[in-house]
């Protein structure tokens, strides 16, 4: 059974910094892009971050670029998310999900997501 577990969120100060993690389980990185998402109440979850190991590509919302880092370590089937400079529009609910092969950045390919993770930024 796919599986996907976040970890890592947090309260923090703007500026402040947070890692988050994403256990996988039930498959391999090699199979599957796994992008990070966010979503705040009333709106629509939206793509953060991804990684493939199949293509070789990491991709990065404009609103983050500079100051997220995706990384993968395949030993420990765990994606990770370096938010660095945190503001308090990052403040959400941060969800990883497995999209297969290729990052979209969109819901519409995610075939598991975990659980969430909160991230809230005090200003």
């Known amino acids: 059974e796919a599986q996907l577990v976040e970890s890592g969120g947090g309260l923090v100060q703007t500026g402040g910094s947070l890692r988050l993690s994403c256990v996988v389980s039930?498959?391999?990185?090699?199979?599957?892009?796994i992008g990070w998402f966010r979503q705040v109440p009333g709106k629509e979850r939206e793509g953060v971050s991804c990684?493939?190991?199949?293509?070789?590509?990491?991709g990065y919302a404009d609103s983050v670029k500079g100051r997220f880092t995706i990384s993968s370590d395949n030993a420990k089937n765990t994606v990770y998310l370096q938010m660095n400079s945190l503001k308090p529009e990052d403040a959400a609910v941060y969800y990883c999900?497995?999209?297969?092969?290729?990052?979209?950045?969109?819901?519409?390919?995610?075939?598991?997501w975990g659980q969430g993770t909160q991230v809230t930024v005090s200003s």
């Open positions: 990684i493939s190991k199949t293509t070789n590509t990491t």
């Open positions: 999900a497995a999209e297969p092969v290729t990052c979209t950045g969109t819901t519409h390919w995610v075939d598991y």
């Open positions: 039930g498959f391999t990185l090699d199979d599957y892009a």
